[in-house]
T-cell receptor, first 114, second 112 residues
Framework: DTGVSQDPRHKITKRGQNVTFRCDPI?????LYWYRQTLGQGPEFLTY????????KSRLLSDRFSAERPKGSFSTLEIQRTEQGDSAMYLC????????????FGSGTRLTVV | KNQVEQSPQSLIILEGKNCTLQ??????????LRWYKQDTGRGPVSLTI?????NTKSNGRYTATLDADTKQSSLHITASQLSDSASYIC???????????FGRGTSLIVHP
């Protein structure tokens, strides 16, 4: 296991299209987080899973954003009807309960909406 | 309001020089503080994590300090290298919350 994997690394889409990103966490990590990061800013929390349960989703930016972690392993983040303001880096992180804030981040997916 | 402020916003130094980055926070109750290094276009990588009882922690040429009384932390980089050019982000976790508070980061550029 080489860490948190995110796919794709880059995505260019036309405004109005739907996009889906995938995150594969470290296998023994039961917690998974999604963040969004725009240029010059720190990561902004979006949502959080413990195993397959989505325990926090109030920070998702709008109802166009949704996330799933169906079997408690990989997760997907979907953005429907993309807007230019959605252009950002989307980061996934995972951790194991009991290790405090032992986050391991993936390399992110860079989304550009044209 | 729980906030994390970092200074300076950006810093340019010559290779081989030392530098210190600052992080002030108002997050309460405090649980732990972590410094991350983020290369351009990559995800953040953890450098150090400090809990309430720790004052200093080193990771190679990186040394972090924490003053929980004044709610300040610093990251000192010794003998800088070109590969140190990155954004350095301070992250503070509040006790009882799984959503940490991120600073905006300090952009460090090391010139040869």
């Amino acid at each position: 296991d080489t860490g948190v994997s995110q796919d794709p690394r880059h995505k260019i889409t036309k405004r109005g299209q739907n996009v889906t990103f995938r995150c594969d966490p470290i296998s023994e990590h039961n917690r998974l987080y999604w963040y969004r990061q725009t240029l010059g800013q720190g990561p902004e929390f979006l949502t959080y899973f413990q195993n397959e349960a989505q325990l926090e989703k109030s920070r998702l930016l709008s109802d166009r954003f949704s996330a799933e972690r169906p079997k408690g392993s990989f997760s997907t983040l979907e953005i429907q009807r993309t807007e230019q303001g959605d252009s950002a880096m989307y980061l996934c992180a995972s951790s194991y309960r009991g290790q405090g804030i032992g986050y391991t981040f993936g390399s992110g997916t860079r989304l550009t909406v044209v | 309001k729980n906030q994390v402020e970092q200074s300076p916003q950006s810093l340019i130094i010559l290779e081989g020089k030392n530098c210190t980055l600052q992080c002030n926070y108002t997050v309460s109750p405090f649980s732990n503080l972590r410094w991350y290094k983020q290369d351009t276009g990559r995800g953040p990588v953890s450098l150090t994590i400090m809990t309430f009882s720790e004052n200093t922690k080193s990771n190679g040429r990186y040394t972090a300090t924490l003053d929980a009384d004044t709610k300040q932390s610093s990251l000192h980089i010794t003998a800088s290298q070109l590969s140190d050019s990155a954004s350095y982000i301070c992250v503070v976790k509040r006790g009882g919350s799984y959503i940490p508070t991120f600073g905006r980061g300090t952009s460090l550029i090391v010139h040869p």
